[in-house]
């Protein structure tokens, strides 16, 4: 006889519906949205979004949970559901959104999935630990992966739950991570390996300042220049500096090798 893992998948239910129904008010999610729910448990999501949404495509790795979801919206033809691993699941749309309370112990990786796809989402609103939030977030201290992500993507919580809101109450506190996907790139497509590199390269020694890091870089004088123009400590660590700061580090860098590569091609 099948069993249900959900302990083994870490999931916390949502408790109510008029949470579900408060949470999909304060999304982006329309008429025309086709929408993908990872990890749609017992459903109450799924039931609001498809009331919203053109489509929605709901991805539930636990059989037992999958097998009731099928029976509960058997009627809906708007809902396509997989008994499936979310991780090992192949995206086809080239424009959708993600809505999802999924088991927080595959929080980075399905956020990692879905945002390093050729095909990301243009919307994704997430239910997670408030840690791995403020790590996508960069909040309250700066983080490589929020540097990394910032270019490209706006996250940021919008919501505080309380822990009564989900069954079984969790131990961890959660929040509603928002990620919108940006209209055009502030770091070009030419540009994006060697930002990525800059980026690890500062933060490769976290526990040394920045000068440090970019001393093969940046000469004593330029680093001093750098710190007042873009107004951080001159032995900022690489989690005190804000995401601003870093793409004007990197700009500063862009233009320095720019500059040098003329400088040897004249030679």
Known sequence: MATSNQKSLAQNFLAKRRLAVSLLNGSSIAMDDIVYEIGPGKGIL?????????????????????????????????????????????IKESCYKVFANMPFNITSAAIRKILCAANSPADAYLIVQREAAEKFTGTPRTTQFSVLLKPHFRPKIIRRFKRTDFSPVPNVDVVMLHIEKRTSSLVSAADISAYEQFIKRGFGAWRKDLKSNYKHVFSHNQWKRLSRDLEFPIRAKPSEIQFRQWLGLFDFYKCSQTSLRRTNIRG
């Open 46 to 90: 799924t039931a609001e979004l498809c009331k919203r949404a053109k489509k929605v495509i709901a991805i539930e790795k636990d059989h037992v949970l999958y097998l009731k979801l099928k029976k509960k919206f058997e009627f809906n033809d708007n809902i396509i559901l997989y008994n499936a691993d979310f991780l090992r699941f192949r």
